[in-house]
Nanobody, 112 residues
Framework: QVRLVESGGGLVQPGGSLRLSCTTS????????MSWHRQAPGKEREWVAK???????NHASSVRGRFYISRDNAKNTLYLQMTNVKPEDTAVYYC??????WGRGTQVTVSS
């Protein structure tokens, strides 16, 4: 059974940092292109970042230079390092395995 579980969300002040994790089970993690997505209140879910099986990354323009996706294949875990966060980054953040499996999300709130 495929399972993706996000963690690390919370309340952070503008300009602060946060690291999200996505632990996986039931998949051969290093065979999957992994992604982060987010959904802000009242908005459509949007793609945030992607990391290929060889470690190549791509980030949405809205987060490029501030957020960094990475993976640890030995731990079957995906990460999203968030820096210099802004109020508009407030959203539920989801990981996705490229094969249609999603976690339940972790809430990130950026507020002073």
């Amino acid at each position: 059974q495929v399972r993706l579980v996000e963690s690390g969300g919370g309340l952070v002040q503008p300009g602060g940092s946060l690291r999200l994790s996505c632990t996986t089970s039931g998949i051969i993690f290093n065979n999957f292109v992994m992604s982060w997505h987010r959904q802000a209140p009242g908005k459509e879910r949007e793609w945030v970042a992607k990391i290929d099986t060889n470690g190549a990354t791509n980030h949405a323009s809205s987060v490029r230079g501030r957020f960094y996706i990475s993976r640890d294949n030995a731990k079957n875990t995906l990460y999203l390092q968030m820096t210099n966060v802004k109020p508009e980054d407030t959203a539920v953040y989801y990981c996705e395995d490229g094969a249609g499996s999603w976690g339940r999300g972790t809430q990130v709130t950026v507020s002073s």
